[in-house]
Every structure is written in structure tokens, then in C-alpha cells.
């Protein structure tokens, strides 16, 4: 496991999320998965690793949350997961 810092680009201040990412060694390199950086990046929090994670739908402090939708995009955050899990019902 090693701690990466995802770009944030949703505050001014910039400051960067702590993501704890699983890694495997390539060649002499530690290596994470494009997956693994893909999920760090949204916040999707991986059971057993540190580090900050959203601590829920409703949480407007981290990245990637419905809440923190709702500033940008107006659509309202309840209406974002009702969406989210009707669409991963009918996947």
C-alpha cells in the first residue's frame, strides 16, 4: 500500500485528499492499478486501507460525494443517489 494525493480541482485552496492505493511490484517498481488510482480519485473508499474517505452520501468536506454535486451542478444530492442506484439496479 502506498498513500498517493489525487488532484482536486473542486476548491481553490487545492488542498490535496490522502488516498491509500494497493500496489503490486513490477519489474522492481511499485505499482498501483489504474483501477485502484481510478477509485482513489472518487473517494470509493477500499475496506482496510487508510487514509480519508467520504464518510457518506451527505459528506460536503470530501471530493466526488453527492452533496458536493449538488454546489455545482444544482441537481439536488438525494436526487443523485435515488439516479445511481436505480441505474446500477437496471445494469
Known sequence: MVEILPARFDTDDASPSRRGVPVH???GHLA??????LLAQYGVCSHGLPCTWPGGCD??????TPARWEIFTGVS?????KISRELAVSA
Do not use: H, K, Y
Open 25 to 27: 511490484e513490477v519489474g
Open 32 to 37: 498501483p492499478t489504474v483501477f485502484d488510482l
Open 59 to 64: 459528506d460536503l468536506d470530501e471530493p466526488c
Open 77 to 81: 444530492a438525494t436526487r443523485s443517489v
